[in-house]
Nanobody, 116 residues
Framework: QVQLVESGGGLVQPGGSLRLSCAAS????????LGWFRQAPGKQRELVAL???????NYADSVKGRFTISRDNAKNTVYLQMNNLKPGDTAVYYC??????????WGQGTRVTGSS
C-alpha cells in the first residue's frame, strides 16, 4: 500500500504562483511514474504533469512553460510548481503513483482556486 498526502493548494490571483507537495509513504518502490492530475468542476480528470522512470517528464500542453514537476527522493515528496496561474487552472489537483506491477494510488486532492 502507498499513502499520498497533498498540500499547498489555495486561492490565487491570475498570474500568481503556488507549489503543491505530495508526501508519499508505505511501499514506495518499483515506481513506474509519479504524476499530478487535476479535475475541474464538471470535467474529467486530466493529466497535468508526469515523471516517468528516473527523470523523463511530460506535461499537458496547457501547462507547458508554466508548471514544473520535480521530486525529492530523500523526502519521498513530489512537487508541482505552478507559475503564471490562469483561471482555467482552477481544479482539484491529485497526486498519483503508478507502480511497475500496475498498482495505482491517488491522494485525496488539494484545491486550487483562481480568484479575480
Amino acid at each position: 500500500q502507498v499513502q499520498l498526502v497533498e498540500s499547498g493548494g489555495g486561492l490565487v490571483q491570475p498570474g500568481g504562483s503556488l507549489r503543491l507537495s505530495c508526501a508519499a509513504s508505505g511501499s514506495i518502490f518499483n515506481i513506474y511514474s509519479l504524476g499530478w492530475f487535476r479535475q475541474a468542476p464538471g470535467k474529467q480528470r486530466e493529466l497535468v504533469a508526469l515523471i516517468v522512470g528516473s527523470d523523463s517528464t511530460n506535461y499537458a500542453d496547457s501547462v507547458k512553460g508554466r508548471f514544473t514537476i520535480s521530486r525529492d527522493n530523500a523526502k519521498n515528496t513530489v512537487y508541482l510548481q505552478m507559475n503564471n496561474l490562469k483561471p482555467g487552472d482552477t481544479a482539484v489537483y491529485y497526486c498519483n503513483i503508478h507502480k511497475a506491477n500496475g498498482e495505482n494510488y491517488w491522494g485525496q486532492g488539494t484545491r486550487v482556486t483562481g480568484s479575480s
